[in-house]
């Protein structure tokens, strides 16, 4: 984590930096390695795998700082990129230093999360920087939990994504955002505890959204406003995404259960059975 640079080697300062490489796995062995106060930055990279670690505190402000605040980020040219069984946290949210935990931006595609956990932050992440970046995903997003995160679960600009049998709980402000056109598939998640899960949020710039088989228990839904437009309090289908790969879903009702001894990092890998 120290900066090198010369023609093999180009890397930054106090971050993991997977960066101008291909074909690459990082997994922590056992119980999984913790990376605390360190983030991973991919760039210019693809075909990469990371599996079976921790990555918490991870701030862009105060000390130590490390990878923008952004304990996973990819950004420029990253392609082909699937992380799976790890656990992402923060201890707060941007006035306490930290940023997103898994932010895709600048032409990242190809990307899928899998049986982690995010908790504790502020922001879950984005895919897409700004309302001109709009080169990003597609993304899959399934078998994870979001616990106490107060929005972006994800923030989606322009991109395209499929969020199923994911657990969602203690959502406090926002959830999945789609906007400028980002549309999402919804497909047998649990919603617990929650505000706002689904909709456009903080722009009149709509996004759109597929909404199948969800559980939704105990979710307030504020109204529809300028630069606020919730899904709910019923939500329906304001788009039709088709999937381009097989998968196989659990019902919405086993979400917990199955979660509970799958998701994150020292699982042993387990996955649905």
């Not at 075909?47 to 991870?58: A, P």
């Not at 700004?130 to 979001?146: A, E, K, L, M, R």
Request: aromatic share 8%.
């Amino acid at each position: 984590t120290s900066k090198v640079s010369g023609d093999s080697c180009n890397t930054a300062d106090d971050v993991i930096e997977l960066k101008e490489i291909s074909n690459v796995t990082l997994i922590g062995v056992g119980n999984g390695a913790v990376f605390d106060q360190l983030g991973i930055h991919i760039r210019n990279s693809s075909n990469i795998i990371i599996r079976n670690i921790t990555v918490k505190n991870v701030k862009k402000s105060g000390s130590p700082t490390s990878n923008g605040g952004d304990a996973i980020g990819m950004e420029s040219n990253v392609s082909n990129i699937w992380v799976d069984h790890v656990t992402l946290e923060a201890s707060g949210g941007e006035d306490d230093g930290y940023d997103a935990l898994f932010d895709l931006k600048n032409n990242s595609k190809y990307v899928t999360l899998s049986y982690s956990i995010l908790r504790n932050s502020g922001r879950g992440g984005l895919v897409g920087s700004s309302d001109s970046d709009d080169d990003n995903g597609p993304v899959t997003y399934h078998h994870n939990i979001y616990q106490n995160i107060d929005s972006r679960t994800p923030l989606l600009r322009h991109a395209t994504a499929h969020s199923y049998n994911n657990y969602y709980v203690n959502i406090n402000s926002s959830g999945m955002n789609p906007r400028i056109g980002g549309e999402i598939r919804v497909e047998n998640n649990y919603f617990e505890d929650s505000k706002d899960v689904l909709g456009t949020f903080y722009t009149n710039d709509y996004g759109y959204w597929q909404v199948i088989g969800n559980i939704f228990d105990n979710i307030t839904w504020t109204s529809d406003g300028d630069d606020n437009h919730p899904a709910g309090p019923n939500p329906t289908s304001t788009t039709s995404i088709s999937i381009p790969y097989n998968y196989n879903l659990d019902d919405a009702s086993c979400i917990q259960g199955i979660l509970a001894v799958t998701a994150g990092a020292g699982t042993g890998l387990a996955t649905s059975d």
